[in-house]
């Protein structure tokens, strides 16, 4: 191969020009191609050698379970950490509300969100691959956490204690406490899940949560937490529901109650959210000038704790508050194990659920800054998070991605910014806590729902994936629907459901094209949508871009008939037809013979007429015997039935283009074997082109090479196959 640049309009174009033999891969692998000798090992061996330490894969390890340790030692303090310092206290800012608003969602009281807030984060700086992601409570994760706790603890478990004569602050208490266990178990069951999954390398399970899948799913879950919240945004009490059509009864609730809407309650939340969505707006138009965001949240959660404690909005205006904070650190304390095996399902959803998120914002952070995160360190770093915080009576979390953006856009470098926003926390939840006991409910509402307005935006992907995928579509419209009407938990399930058929779907439906070749190149496209591509006299070249495996095996087939335009089956028959029509015409001229042959006494000038007319007999038998000369010579009659049926097709090859087979199973090959000796029984030669080397593999290890059907009918490329078929049609003409 030599390279010759050509200078064309002031720009350089570079050729390539091969001269070589046309191979198949019969002769690659016995005369290119040579395997390299690999020692096998015993099981022992592999044990052996896995089992092995050194201190090179100690520190290996040491490092990948602590990647703190990467970073830490050669940490550039004057370059990073002004950055990390204005980052942490901003996000942690930031934390605060958000902690106390998703405690609401999660059913549990607002210090839980507090303490879920610093735990989990302090422990993610240590063990997190990501730089750049904020850990924490997170709206979609609480919900979920919020519907189970609901459906094990409803209300209405605490009815009879009032009957005893338990007032209603002691009823609340009991419930409060044993929705905490229940959410402290789904917590516990969460960590091990992941981390468990982290350990077997379980990272890749990611994939099959699409982006499509997620969006559609978590702008669902944004529909459920509007609706959870209307309630205290209108000061309304309400029965919360959980499971199938929760959104719409809970819904049918606040309406039928919102003749007693809380006044006070309502014009407090919509100054909230007017002054937040202002504050997002300038925020967003202005990002390049300012040096943080503006706080909005925490400006809001002082001003309304303030106002609500001055007006005195519990007592003088019925409006609902926070309650109380205790003021330090709960002691740890071993979850309830009672109640494993009710949530031990749900735990599932929220460990992948949570993970999916964590990784899709890790990816784009590490894309953007250029470096890598490790998936299945992630899932053990979530799960640490979950598992450890369990015993602090935190409730799941995963990666926030408001809180994320705010601590990348804000100058976040490292963790540290983390490690920071989980100090400020822990300050409020030691010193200062109890000043947000008279913070109002409908503002932390409020504050949530202003959060989910970026959710909201994902409706935009609609228009889009309709132009570009209608199949994509289908999945986010299946997550959104199904999340919406069945719950977040039974709606995940389904949306992954229909995401794995789609995949499916998708190879049993592939694009079936003939291709042609672009003039003077050795380049391939589809007749159907190029002018320039002409196709070569006699040859069909079959593309269809899916593997080849059981589901469209039969699919594959029928397709490979239809696009080509030659079906065996129909040949074979059209054939016998011909034939037996040929046989009856032999019959009858033979039976015209023996007639003639039987006279009786005839007399002179009669033989003369009957000789005569047994010479033209004669002739017209020969005729007759040369027209069914194949019946006397077998060769004969092989060479007449391909003269006719190529008069029928005009192909004697068929080219099956390879390049998008992926992978071939038992039933593909079968299928393939089968369409080789169907076609040859016809007189046209189907062969392969462009077979990698893994399907080539595969073809071996299932005995597809045997008999008449060898590694010469494939070819490394579909030129090779091409110029082959030509050779062929020219030498063995079939006409």
């Keep these: 191969m030599e390279y010759e640049p050509e200078a064309e309009n002031m720009s350089r174009t570079l050729m390539y020009h091969v001269d070589r033999p046309v191979y198949n891969e019969g002769c690659i692998e016995t005369e290119l191609l040579h395997r390299k000798q690999k020692k096998t090992q015993t099981i022992k061996e592999k044990l052996s050698q896995s089992l092995r330490c050194s201190s090179k894969k100690l520190k290996s390890a040491v490092y990948s379970f602590l ?10 303090v004057k370059e990073y950490l002004l950055g990390d310092i204005i980052s942490g206290l901003s996000t942690g800012v930031m934390q605060l509300p958000q902690g106390l608003a998703y405690a609401m969602l999660a059913a549990v009281p607002p210090v839980y969100g507090l303490y879920s807030s610093f735990y989990p984060v302090l422990l993610y700086t240590f063990f997190g691959t990501s730089r750049h992601v904020s850990i924490g409570t997170f709206a979609v994760i609480s919900l979920m956490i919020g519907g189970i706790v609901v459906r094990e603890v409803p209300d209405s478990m605490f009815d009879i204690t009032a009957v005893n004569g338990t007032n209603n602050t002691d009823n609340q208490l009991a419930r409060d406490a044993m929705r905490v266990k229940v959410a402290v178990a789904v917590t516990f069951l969460t960590g091990i899940i992941q981390f468990c999954l982290g350990l077997l390398r379980f990272g890749f399970v990611a994939i099959y949560l699409t982006e499509p899948l997620v969006r559609g799913f978590t702008t669902a879950a944004a529909v459920h937490v509007v609706v959870s919240q209307l309630k205290y945004l209108f000061g309304i009490e309400t029965k919360r529901y959980s499971g199938p059509l929760s959104v719409i009864y809970s819904f049918i609730a606040v309406v039928s109650k919102i003749t007693t809407t809380n006044t006070a309650a309502i014009t407090v939340a919509l100054i909230c959210i007017v002054f937040l969505v202002g504050v997002k707006e300038i925020n967003e138009r202005f990002k390049k000038k300012l040096p943080v965001p503006i706080p909005g949240e925490i400006i809001v959660v002082i001003i309304s704790t303030g106002v609500s404690y001055g007006m005195k909005l519990h007592e003088n205006y019925g409006v609902d508050v926070v309650g109380e904070i205790p003021v330090g650190l709960l002691p740890p304390a071993v979850p309830d194990f009672s109640i494993f095996a009710a949530v031990i399902t749900d735990s599932f959803a929220i460990a992948i659920v949570g993970f999916s998120m964590a990784a899709s914002m890790s990816k784009i952070f590490a894309l953007k800054h250029g470096y890598t995160v490790n998936g299945n360190q992630e899932l053990i770093a979530l799960g640490l998070c979950n598992f450890s915080g369990s015993f602090f009576q935190t409730f799941a979390v995963t990666c926030s991605m408001s809180r994320s953006l705010v601590q990348e856009s804000t100058g976040g470098k490292t963790q540290i910014a983390g490690l920071l926003a989980s100090i400020v926390v822990l300050l409020v939840i030691v010193a200062i806590g109890f000043v947000f006991e008279t913070l109002p409910q409908t503002v932390l509402a409020a504050i949530i729902m202003v959060n989910l307005i970026g959710m909201f935006k994902q409706f935009r992907d609609i228009p889009v994936l309709w132009r570009t995928s209608r199949i994509e579509l289908a999945i986010w419209f299946v997550a959104f629907v199904a999340s919406v009407l069945l719950g977040l938990d039974y709606g995940l399930l389904v949306a992954v459901a229909f995401a794995i058929i789609s995949v499916i779907y998708r190879t049993q439906s ?27 006299s006699g040859i069909k070249i079959f593309q269809a871009n899916s593997p080849l495996y059981f589901a469209n095996s039969e699919l594959y087939v029928n397709a490979l008939k239809k696009k080509t335009g030659v079906d065996p089956v129909a040949l074979l028959a059209a054939k016998k037809k011909s034939q037996k029509k ?18 009786v006494k005839l007399t002179n000038d009669q033989e003369m007429g009957v000789k005569h007319e047994l010479m033209d007999g004669e002739t017209h038998t020969d005729l007759v015997r040369n027209g069914q000369f194949a019946a006397a010579n077998g060769d004969g009659d092989c060479e007449q039935s391909l003269r006719f049926l190529d008069r029928l097709t005009g192909v004697h090859s068929i080219i099956l283009d390879f390049t998008p087979v992926t992978f071939i199973d038992s039933v593909g090959a079968k299928a393939l074997k089968s369409i080789m000796k169907e076609y040859d029984e016809i007189g046209v030669t189907v062969i392969v082109g462009a077979c990698s080397r893994a399907v080539m593999e595969d073809l071996s290890k299932l005995d597809f090479f045997e008999g008449s059907i060898t590694r010469d009918l494939v070819f490394p490329s579909v030129h090779d196959a091409v110029l082959y078929c030509q050779y062929k049609g020219s030498v063995e003409p079939l006409e």
């Design 67 to 76: 990647p703190i340790l990467t970073w830490l030692p050669s940490y550039p």
């Design 510 to 536: 592939p694009k079936y094209t003939i291709l042609g070749q672009i003039p003077e190149t050795d380049l391939y496209c589809d007749i159907e949508e190029y002018e320039e591509v002409m196709e070569h």
């Design 582 to 599: 040929r046989e009856k015409a032999k019959n009858q001229t033979k039976t015209t013979n023996k007639k003639r042959n039987s006279a």
